[in-house]
């Protein structure tokens, strides 16, 4: 192993790479955290201005017990730290749900506690029959205690697939469509059952929904300490234009900044981008490039931040859905095609709920989301919109009056904030890719490369589980895999 300044450079800041690098760090490697944005936190970022404190996405954290960062904080020995603002078992009433039965005129709503395995408040939004009851309850407990062996088994079985060998009861197979769209950015008849399965088995056990003091910043921040606190050096505003291959083994990384050099280089920027632009088709076989190509990118959400000057929402979080809102393959065509909705899906946090400093006393911030392309350039973005403020100003008359300011965002912005746009409809991705069948599980990308050196790290790679959770667990994964390299690499020379 030839001396360098750095064992190892990581590429960007998200939970996947944030995580690789602290981890790594604590264990006494060397390394060079390497971001584009002036600011750390990926997708997972949170602004603080003028008085409001929110995360730019709507984001919650699944499972709340037991999450990947749980982990990582215990190892680097600041549990005391990991301090949830919303707990499975808060008492309070936390999450309002909005539901539409096709035949209805109207939705109609219920707020609950965290939801776990208490199916209750859904039948009575569903105003469910007692057949729907008893088949929901099967299907549910089938999901909840299904052995994790068993739900790998299921990487090749489309979600509806899986619903439709059972009877599922409408309302039922209706949530799971909104489920897919809400906490996947999938379609049901794409997105794999054990993906699916995964994060609906860990809502019911572990609880679903948690977040933060501070957003999901607060995990930022604290990991970042630490990695500098352990001599890990950071270096922002730098986008990476190459990584730099000799002989088939990484040597480093090209920056606005500068050229740095290790014999390691862990990259979160996603598979595309890394293999097809940073590192270049031509240093991989051609049929490793087809692969990467034919993996297919989540869809994206679009979001609106309300910013307002009095309270409109009282519980921490709102979901929306109807019998006719969530999109699979075939909605989400005609809405392509140009045919605006009439209604879409919502998933809305209101930051104040968990933190007073989230708005100025008085005042409150929503962050709403639907579901759309990940495509940057995608043409129904607006329309999306629209569609949405309408929504919103049916769930709460007041808004319109208690609106200071709006923020409107798409997959351009999710792009140019975190992933390059390099190949055609892809670079909004909300969680990653490859959540589909056939491509996730024990066929979702490797995290090492065959150029030595080279790894993956994030929501694209090496695991399962909703975005935040999914890329922490590929971050604690990649810097197992980058110390056994890096082992090797020491005992060769
Ligand atoms: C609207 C929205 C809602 C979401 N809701 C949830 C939710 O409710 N729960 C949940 O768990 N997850 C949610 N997610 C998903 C979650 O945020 C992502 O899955 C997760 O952040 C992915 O982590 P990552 O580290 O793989 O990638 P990212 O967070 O995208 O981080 C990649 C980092 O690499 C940097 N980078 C890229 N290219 C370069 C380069 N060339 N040089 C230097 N740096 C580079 C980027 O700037 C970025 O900081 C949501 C995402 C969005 C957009």
Known sequence: MTETEYDVIVIGSGPGGLVCATLLQKRGTRVLLVEKNPMLGGKMISIEKDGWAYDLFPHGQVPMRGSAFEDVFAELGVSDEFLPSLEPDDPRDIITLAYRRHEWDEYRTVTQKQAMADPEPFFRLWQATDEEKEKTIAIMAEMATMPDEEIAKLDDITMKEWLDARDTPVPLYNYMGFHANASLAEPLDLV??????????????????????????????????????????????????????????????ETKKGTFHAPVVVSSAGIHPTVLKLVGEEHFDKGYVDYVKGLVPGWAFTSVRYFLSKPVMD????????????????????????????????????????????????????????????????????ALWKCMDRQMQELFPDIWDATERKEYNGPREISNLTRDSVMPGQGGECVGLAQIVGQCGSMKPKQELSIGGLFLSGADAGAAGMGTHQAALSGIEAARLVRLHLAKLIKAT
């Open 192 to 253: 794999a059952a054990s993906e699916q399965m995964t994060i609906m088995k860990q809502i019911m056990l572990q609880g679903g929904g948690g977040q933060y003091k501070g957003g999901f910043a607060m995990l930022t921040k604290v990991m970042a300490r630490e990695f500098e606190a352990n001599g890990g050096t950071i270096i922002t505003g730098a986008r990476v234009e190459r990584i730099l291959v000799e002989n088939s083994r990484v040597t480093g990384v």
């Open 315 to 382: 519980t921490a979080m709102y979901v929306v859905w109807s019998d006719d809102s969530w999109l699979d393959t075939e909605r989400f065509a005609r809405i392509k095609e140009g045919g605006e909705p009439d209604e879409v899906i919502l998933f809305m946090v209101n930051h104040s709920f968990y933190d007073e400093h989230a708005a100025p006393p008085g005042k409150q911030v929503l962050v709403s989301g639907t579901v759309c392309s990940s495509n940057p350039e995608a043409g129904e973005i607006e």
